[in-house]
T-cell receptor
Framework: DAGVIQSPRHEVTEMGQEVTLRCKPISGHDYLFWYRQTMMRGLELLIY????????DSGMPEDRFSAKMPNASFSTLKIQPSEPRDSAVYFCASSLLAGGPVLYEQYFGPGTRLTVT | RKEVEQDPGPFNVPEGATVAFNCTYS??????FFWYRQDCRKEPKLLMSVYSSGNEDGRFTAQLNRASQYISLLIRDSKLSDSATYLCVVNRQHNDMRFGAGTRLTVKP
């Protein structure tokens, strides 16, 4: 099993540029999550999808952030325009509500380390 | 106040020691509870679920007190490989997880 795949693994960009982070969840999983982790704020839930539909985006910091899930095997998190305070590790995770060994267990991707200069 | 609070540590213990982590949560409607482990510069991974009756997995024991909204993790006979950050996680509803900031553990020879 390939696990959750994220790309790119590292991204360095200048303030004002558009950044797009990509995620491929585990095949068959019906939930997909985007998190952001910083030393100051820890791991924060930004948005999650169920069956490709956004369920809760209350964690999205502001209008500069947007997320889409056009199909069950792909999601993007876009930041436009990016700012230095967006520098963080962004994790994508997926889960299967029913049928797994642990209800609600989330499987995380390796993360994208974003640096905005 | 954060929804899930943990002592950030760090906890520095010798091999073979017993160490306990605590966590409190504020949402009384929370439905399920977990401990995740995160190694340095890696992604979080599920360590164990936490059940009301308490549960054990080898050297690890998790306890839940719903009345006090308190969760604990006990590690016995610590190994060097236990060095990591331990994240307390609370599921509000419908797979909406809230993570604590984590407690860092370093086990020394």
């Amino acid at each position: 099993d390939a696990g959750v795949i994220q790309s790119p693994r590292h991204e360095v960009t200048e303030m004002g540029q558009e950044v797009t982070l990509r995620c491929k969840p585990i095949s068959g999983h019906d939930y997909l999550f985007w998190y952001r982790q910083t030393m100051m704020r820890g791991l924060e839930l930004l948005i999650y999808f169920n069956n490709n539909v956004p369920i809760d985006d209350s964690g999205m910091p502001e209008d500069r952030f947007s997320a889409k899930m056009p199909n069950a095997s792909f999601s993007t998190l876009k930041i436009q325009p990016s700012e230095p305070r967006d520098s963080a590790v962004y994790f994508c995770a997926s889960s299967l509500l029913a049928g797994g060994p642990v209800l609600y267990e989330q499987y995380f991707g390796p993360g994208t380390r974003l640096t905005v200069t | 106040r954060k929804e899930v609070e943990q002592d950030p540590g760090p906890f520095n213990v010798p091999e073979g020691a017993t160490v306990a982590f605590n966590c409190t949560y504020s949402n009384s409607a929370s439905q399920s509870f977990f401990w995740y482990r995160q190694d340095c510069r890696k992604e979080p991974k599920l360590l164990m679920s936490v059940y009301s009756s308490g549960n054990e997995d080898g050297r690890f024991t998790a306890q839940l007190n719903r009345a006090s909204q308190y969760i604990s993790l006990l590690i016995r006979d610590s190994k060097l490989s236990d060095s990591a950050t331990y994240l307390c996680v609370v599921n509000r509803q419908h797979n909406d997880m809230r993570f604590g900031a984590g407690t860092r553990l370093t086990v020394k020879p």
